[in-house]
């Protein structure tokens, strides 16, 4: 088993943490301060968001927004694009799987 606290976890703005990378997934622990965005993206794997702490907006390219506290989770398609911005200090946990997913890089032939 495997176990983390995020809660109390030093995860400084602007650099995210990966806590683990299997076959299966990838977590990564990301501290969004207030009044900051990740900028409209995509990732090539399906994609959990937990808001463990703080409040955000996230805007879908299809313009539906959806806000929420600790305890929101929300799920994205492979490719689905997003921007997500904290209405107050954030710690969010994002899950990609599985990783790294058709398209990434990584899995590109030379």
Do not use: C
Not at 67 to 83: I, S, V
Request: charged content about 30%.
């Amino acid at each position: 088993m495997k176990a983390w606290n995020i809660a109390d976890m030093d995860v400084e703005a602007h650099h995210p943490r990966v806590l683990d990378t299997e076959d299966e997934g990838r977590l990564i622990v990301i501290h969004l301060p207030e009044g900051e965005e990740l900028q409209e993206h995509q990732v090539h794997e399906r994609a959990w968001l937990v808001v463990a702490s703080g409040s955000v907006e996230i805007d879908e390219a299809e313009g539906e927004t959806v806000g929420g506290g600790p305890g929101l989770l929300a799920q994205f398609d492979p490719n689905e694009r997003r921007r997500i911005r904290a209405t107050s200090d954030a710690r969010l946990l994002l899950v990609l799987s599985p990783w790294p997913g058709d398209g990434h890089p990584s899995n590109r032939a030379d």
